[in-house]
């Protein structure tokens, strides 16, 4: 094994909070790629991102869910607000999966449109998309006090690519890789990282993903730490498996104070 050392960072939700982005990226989705004889989409909406949409938010693991959730909130008829949104979430997979159907949709459609919504936002005023994201400085400054260790940070996302590179830029961090979800699952890319590098840990705000890493024996080795900033589900903040560590923003840099 090389003992070149990294961490490993999900992006939204740990370096950045693209609440906003999400919001109107899938609402311009919908708007402008969607069709959706179900819904009309006034100005007014892209002003503020609804309490509900960022209470389904922790629930989401592909950029595609968030386009049908958005759909499904600005519905005329029988959309998802605050006091039925329990009954989406308690089936969060099976209702996204009937409204695909429903509609005659593919995720991977909704996966496109959402990225193109993203393409015609940076071609037209890259800046203003830029500032939708909110960067956790300390973050940023952890990686930069890595940098100084000669520690790598590399980057694993389920958001594409171009996208999460094209915002590090601006927060001059150059890491050393970036995976999107072009790259396939997280944990088959952690399987190939741990091949090449000493993973010192690997910081998620998806409990889930954590679990999967840690019951995966390619990469149960890697020590996995859940981001308590990110989108989190009051419930994963419970019944942690000690394999699993709630990790506050504040202390982040007592991971590299050996
Ligand atoms: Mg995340």
Redesign the pocket.
């Given at each position: 094994m090389s003992s070149q050392k990294i961490f490993l960072f999900?992006?939204?939700?740990?370096i950045v909070d693209g609440m906003h982005e999400y919001w109107n990226s899938s609402l311009l989705a919908c708007e402008k790629y969607l069709n959706s004889p179900y819904i009309s989409v006034d100005e007014k909406l892209y002003k503020r991102v609804p309490n509900t949409f960022k209470e389904i938010r922790p629930w989401v693991k592909y950029g595609w869910e968030m386009v049908l959730i958005v759909h499904e909130i600005i519905k005329t008829e029988n959309p998802i607000k605050h006091l039925n949104k329990d009954d989406f979430i308690n089936n969060y997979y099976q209702n996204c999966e009937r409204i695909l159907k429903d509609n005659s949709w593919i995720a991977e459609d909704l996966q496109r449109i959402l990225d193109k919504s993203r393409k015609y936002q940076i071609n037209k005023d890259f800046k203003s998309w830029v500032n939708l994201h909110n960067p956790y400085f300390e973050v940023i400054n952890f990686m930069k006090e890595l940098k100084k260790r000669e520690i790598k940070s590399g980057i694993i996302t389920t958001k594409g690519k171009i996208f999460a590179e094209k915002i590090l830029i601006q927060l001059n961090i150059f890491p050393e890789f970036i995976f999107g979800y072009e790259s396939g699952t997280k944990i088959k890319i952690a399987e190939k990282v741990t091949q090449t590098y000493e993973i010192l840990g690997f910081i998620?705000?998806?409990k889930k993903t954590l679990i999967d890493v840690k019951q995966n024996s390619e990469t149960s080795h890697i020590p996995c730490f859940l981001a308590d900033w990110?989108?989190l589900k009051e419930s994963d903040r419970y019944n942690l498996s000690n394999e699993i560590k709630l990790l506050k923003l504040g202390s982040l840099e007592e991971l590299v104070a050996i």
């Open positions: 999900d992006f939204d939700g740990v998620e705000d998806r990110g989108y």
